[in-house]
């Protein structure tokens, strides 16, 4: 039997190749931000597509939140909808230049506490942000939403 290598894979054929060391950031926070930054903050056009439709066939108004916003291409399609008087976006990631005196937007970790009252809000999306959000807390943000 081959002799563990460190930082080393023992193949079936025998042979040993170097893998390379992949290094994790050390806080929940510094992971978060490069998972926003390696998505690239998108979803794809079919999920963006299924919430268009439902918020036209629904005839929803008033204000909406982008819950994990991203590069603001959902928040983008919402404002070329007009059914909205106020849109929020809200993702770890900067918001897009073109969106910064068109919607208001808060940068923030998705699991904190948001700074709106569960009111505040007639529409609230999240595209595929919920699913990567792994809050439990009673009362966190995307049990609030």
Known sequence: MP???????????????????????????????LAAERSEGISSDAIYRVI???????????????????????????????????????????????LLDRVEWIEQDLNAQLPYSDEEFDVVVAGTAILSTPTTKAGGPCWRC
């Open 52 to 98: 268009r439709d439902a918020i036209r066939e629904r005839g929803l108004r008033g204000t909406i939140l982008d819950y994990g916003a991203g590069r603001g291409e959902l928040t983008r399609s919402l404002l070329n909808l007009g059914a909205f008087d106020r849109i929020c976006g809200v993702d770890l990631m900067a918001v897009p230049a073109d």
């Open 3 to 33: 002799r563990a290598l460190p930082q080393a894979f023992c193949g079936l054929d025998g042979r040993t190749a170097r893998i390379p060391v992949i290094t994790f950031p050390k806080s929940l926070s510094e992971q978060r931000r």
